[in-house]
T-cell receptor, first 115, second 114 residues
Framework: GAGVSQTPSNKVTEKGKYVELRCDPISGHTALYWYRQSLGQGPEFLIYFQGTGAADDSGLPNDRFFAVRPEGSVSTLKIQRTERGDSAVYLC?????????????FGPGTRLTVL | AQSVTQPDIHITVSEGASLELRCNYS??????LFWYVQSPGQGLQLLLK??????LVQGIKGFEAEFKRSQSSFNLRKPSVHWSDAAEYFC????????????FGAGTTVTVRA
């Protein structure tokens, strides 16, 4: 079956602009996660959705970052007033129910470059 | 501070040789432990995971890992490497063993030479 998909695969923007990154999870997965992977680092947790609600957004770095999942499926990560430090690969993952024993399935990521 | 450490940034191994990737963690309790592989242009793929029980875990693609509580380690091994194993490998932990947030190490890049 289809895995987790993310669009766009690459996004180049200018400092100060607004961007939206989309994640389409595996069908039927109720849990969805966003991670950020900076160059030379492992992924870092940003936010976790259980259904439509953000159950844990403790990893969002500041209030310029926001994510939604209005129908409990597709999620959008939104970044306002982008900064050069936001440049990274943004990974989305989904799992069946969101407990720690679930396997998280990752998408290929969106590479964001802020000029 | 709580952390996941992968001491080797880059490892080069000959095709057919054995491979061992190191992972150490520093958390109060025994976390859930994972190894993921990331190939260029691909998403992270789970190789194996450890929750409890037998400390030697078998995974996909011929990989195995051994949990050693006394050393706070979870090293990944493969007896005979194939060229297709060239990738970046990440160790990850679920610190609370009852959570969903994964904490990842910085990764080890594996190069396979013919």
């Amino acid at each position: 079956g289809a895995g987790v998909s993310q669009t766009p695969s690459n996004k180049v923007t200018e400092k100060g602009k607004y961007v939206e990154l989309r994640c389409d999870p595996i069908s039927g997965h109720t849990a969805l996660y966003w991670y950020r992977q900076s160059l030379g680092q492992g992924p870092e947790f940003l936010i976790y959705f259980q259904g439509t609600g953000a159950a844990d957004d403790s990893g969002l770095p500041n209030d310029r970052f926001f994510a939604v999942r209005p129908e409990g499926s597709v999620s959008t990560l939104k970044i306002q007033r982008t900064e050069r430090g936001d440049s990274a690969v943004y990974l989305c993952a989904s799992s069946l129910v969101g407990v720690s024993t679930d396997t998280q399935y990752f998408g290929p990521g969106t590479r964001l470059t802020v000029l | 501070a709580q952390s996941v450490t992968q001491p080797d940034i880059h490892i080069t191994v000959s095709e057919g040789a054995s491979l061992e990737l190191r992972c150490n963690y520093s958390y109060g309790a025994t976390p859930y432990l994972f190894w993921y592989v990331q190939s260029p242009g691909q998403g992270l793929q789970l190789l194996l995971k450890y929750f409890s029980g037998d400390t030697l875990v078998q995974g996909i693609k011929g990989f195995e890992a051994e949990f050693k509580r006394s050393q706070s380690s979870f090293n990944l091994r493969k007896p005979s490497v194939h060229w297709s194993d060239a990738a970046e490998y990440f160790c990850a932990v679920d610190p609370s063993s009852n959570d969903y947030k994964l904490s990842f190490g910085a990764g080890t890049t594996v190069t396979v030479r013919a």
